[in-house]
Nanobody, 125 residues
Framework: QVQPVESGGGKVQAGDSLRLSCTAS????????VAWFRQAPGKEREFVAA????????YYADSVKGRFTVSKDTYNNAVYLQMNSLEPEDTAIYYC??????????????????WGQGTQVVVSS
């Protein structure tokens, strides 16, 4: 089992940056796929970014490509989501999810079992 814990959310202005952190107890992140999802009010949870356990490849939703960067820090057992050029449309609760069972990353949030409690990001215009 792996239990992610997110931190780093907050309220910012459009164009600002934030860095979210995800740490974990249980399995080490080097053995896991780790993904960030987000859920805006009244909307379904959606994939944002992920880093693979296989070769540290990274994946991004089109809406954040070029603005967000996901990285894994194996020494500190953490995964970060650096968010630049934030837009009001990025306002959501951001969740970290981890998977150590599957061979490949699944972009469907229904198929992830280990979730953090979420951290709120609010971007005002």
């Amino acid at each position: 089992q792996v239990q992610p814990v997110e931190s780093g959310g907050g309220k910012v202005q459009a164009g600002d940056s934030l860095r979210l952190s995800c740490t974990a107890s249980g399995h080490r992140f080097r053995d896991c796929h780790v993904a960030w999802f987000r859920q805006a009010p009244g909307k379904e949870r959606e994939f944002v970014a992920a880093t693979s356990r296989n070769n540290d490849d990274t994946y991004y939703a089109d809406s954040v490509k070029g603005r967000f960067t996901v990285s894994k820090d194996t020494y500190n057992n953490a995964v970060y989501l650096q968010m630049n050029s934030l837009e009001p449309e990025d306002t959501a609760i951001y969740y970290c999810a981890a998977d150590y069972k599957n061979l490949y990353i699944d972009l469907d949030y229904h198929n992830w079992e280990n979730w953090g409690q979420g951290t709120q990001v609010v971007v005002s215009s």
